[in-house]
């Protein structure tokens, strides 16, 4: 159990950490989270003895180390640090072995050790284990460091932004090993990041920070249900439960649809259609309030006698209005296979369109975001 009581930090005039309290129970994944500057990295040292607090009391399993010898206190506690930190003379064998050695595990059980993990992380161990760190890629030096807090099994580790300089795919098979782990062997794990989809997938517990205090602490379901500030909320962001926020037509629609005036003939509309692409045109009247739509089947059926577009309007295609409930218009097109609904202003001008392809767009952003 890690219990911090009231503990202070300051640097110079700057108060850095204000009355912090709080306490991780053991076997829990705690994630710190919060903007840049806001203390994460203090509070993280604090538990290892890196750095000291000026008032307050930092208790591990009930022992306050304060004034004793940390080394023996950081041999328990493995660490990641934001800036990866391997040992440059050291193979990465040696870097992942250096607190197994020093507890006094033999060379053979070092190296069977060694083995298994970098077998965990892809990284094969006859063409990795003797490389030192500068022969490898910023991403891979990350992994070693995370083996080797991991390496002699600590029953606390601290890790602070251990995926940073990850690519999303290394990155999430880290994040489900480390998560399996933590699990399995009953650490505590306390994880630094700025990531909050990060934090909501890892975390038991998120300790929310903001200007060396703690804004919100609690488990990834009730920050999202619960929100304690809009900062909180801001860092939420696309993660934040749907039914807190609901969704209108508007947040499916794609504006600007083509339209046509209704006094326009056949043969123009067709070549419009032909020209965009699509098979069915809106129809607008002079004052731009929707009339219906017309189809390039009903214009090649019957179009030649008409001349005009205005005897094959068809007021069949659904209507919805702006501030619509989305989910109706949603479940609609998924099932009636009609190809889309058209979106109305107040005062019958139109809005847009939602189709499946829009659907698809705003889905893919909520799960991936909308950075290409
Ligand atoms: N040795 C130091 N001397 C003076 N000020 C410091 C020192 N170390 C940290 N600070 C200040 O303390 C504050 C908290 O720093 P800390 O490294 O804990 O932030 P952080 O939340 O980890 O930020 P980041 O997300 O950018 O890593 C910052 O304002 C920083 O400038
Ligand atoms: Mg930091």
């Not at 500057?37 to 180390?65: F, V």
């Not at 795919?169 to 700025?194: A, G």
């Not at 005009?308 to 501030?323: D, H, N, Q, Y």
Request: charged content about 25%; overall charge negative.
């Amino acid at each position: 159990m890690i219990q911090f009581e009231h503990v202070v930090k300051r640097y110079g005039k700057n108060t850095i950490l204000h009355d912090l309290n709080f306490t991780i129970p053991d076997g829990q994944f705690v994630v710190l989270i919060g903007p840049s500057g806001c203390g994460k990295t203090t509070s993280l040292k604090m538990i290892n003895r890196l750095i000291e607090p000026d008032e307050g009391r930092i208790l591990i399993d009930g022992e306050d180390y304060a004034g004793k010898n940390p080394v023996n206190l950081r041999r328990h506690i493995g660490y990641v640090i934001q800036q990866i930190g391997l040992f440059p003379n050291m193979t990465v064998a040696q870097n992942i072995s250096v607190v197994p050695r020093l507890l006094g595990q033999d060379k053979a059980a070092c190296d069977k050790k060694v083995h298994e993990l970098l077998e965990m992380v892809d990284l094969p161990y006859e063409q990795y284990a003797h490389k030192y760190p500068n022969e490898l890629s910023g991403g891979q030096q990350q992994r070693i460091g995370v083996l080797r807090a991991l390496a002699a099994s600590p029953p606390i580790v601290l890790m602070d932004e251990p995926f940073g300089a990850l690519d999303p795919m290394t990155r999430e098979v880290l994040q489900d090993e480390v998560k399996r782990l933590q699990r399995k062997l009953h650490k505590t794990i306390v994880f630094v990041t700025h990531d909050m989809g990060e934090a909501l997938k890892m975390a038991d517990i998120i300790i929310f920070m903001n200007g060396g205090q703690i804004e919100q602490m609690a488990p990834p379901e009730k920050m999202l249900e619960a929100p304690a500030s809009d900062l909180v909320r801001s860092f939420l962001g696309k993660h934040q439960l749907s039914d807190s926020n609901p969704l209108y037509v508007e947040d499916f629609m794609r504006t600007n649809p083509y339209t046509v005036d209704f006094h326009r003939g056949v043969l123009e509309c067709a070549e419009k259609m032909a020209r965009s692409g699509v098979d069915t045109l809106l129809v607008t009247d002079d004052d731009d309030h929707y009339l219906g739509t017309v189809s390039i089947r009903d214009i090649k059926l019957k179009g030649r006698e008409a001349g005009s577009i205005e005897p094959l309007i068809s007021t069949e295609v659904r209507t919805v209005c702006l501030g619509d409930d989305a989910q109706e218009s949603v479940n609609y097109l998924l099932t009636s296979g009609e190809s889309y609904v058209v979106v109305l202003r107040p005062d019958q001008t139109v809005a847009g369109i939602i189709t499946k392809n829009s659907m698809a767009k705003v889905v893919a952003n909520t799960l991936w975001g909308d950075d290409k």
